[in-house]
């Protein structure tokens, strides 16, 4: 069957909701965006909005689930990822993140994070998909820990898990920091102590 040229590609609608999503919710916080404006914001009608979502929160439970993928790209394409060291994959990593600490703080923070702040007590379904996005990050992160440990040494009783869940823990805290000056600057010095502390773990600073 011929496509219709004045139409959307199949499944576009969803992937703009889904930008739209991370982005006005990103900004606002998840309580205060309605619907209506993340329709207005991907450009498609609040009827495609039901086609693809019975509702908001089933929105929200598939845009974590789009966020997660959004940040695959972190541990594949930068440069730092061919690194033959695990522990300077591991920094620039951490290099890497802290590079993106730039602009708005909307265009930097977290949407799993910035949603789970707000509904982790209210909704458990939506607690549970930003669970599984910040745990998949922490999992991304950790067979570079693993490896670091295993080539370098560490102090017993220090786990990869452990450690990944530490830099995400520091990156959620510097969003919220630097959301309380609207400004990035008081982010990005968490995040270079945060280098600081992996470099002493690991013996070299």
């Known amino acids: ?13 969803r992937d703009k909701l889904i930008a739209a999503a991370h982005a006005t919710v990103r900004r606002k916080g998840y309580a205060a965006t ?11 009608t609040k009827g495609a909005f ?17 966020w997660t993928e959004r940040a695959r790209p972190m541990f594949e394409l930068p440069p730092h990822t061919r690194l033959v060291d695990p522990l300077d994959r591991l920094l620039g990593h951490i290099d890497f993140r ?22 982790y007590g209210t909704n458990p379904a939506i607690r549970a998909a930003c669970e599984a996005s910040i745990n998949a990050y922490c999992e991304a992160l ?19 898990m ?4 530490h830099v995400q823990a520091v990156l959620q805290g510097a969003f919220i ?8 600057a008081i982010a990005r010095d968490s ?15």
Do not use: N, W
């Open 1 to 13: 069957m011929p496509v219709d040229a004045g139409r959307a590609p199949r499944g576009s609608a």
């Open 34 to 44: 309605t619907v209506d404006e993340i329709c207005a914001a991907a450009g498609v």
């Open 50 to 66: 039901f086609h693809h979502f019975e509702s908001k929160e089933a929105l929200a439970i598939a845009a974590a689930e789009g």
């Open 98 to 119: 802290f590079s993106m600490l730039d602009g708005p703080v909307e265009d930097f923070t977290c949407f799993v994070g910035t949603m789970v702040q707000e509904a």
């Open 142 to 160: 950790a067979p570079d820990i693993e490896a670091a440990i295993a080539r370098h040494g560490i102090s017993q009783g220090v786990s990869a």
């Open 162 to 165: 452990s450690i990944a869940r």
């Open 177 to 184: 920091m630097a959301k309380t000056t609207d400004d990035p």
């Open 191 to 205: 995040v270079t102590h945060l280098k600081r502390y992996i470099l002493m773990l690991f013996g070299r600073g």
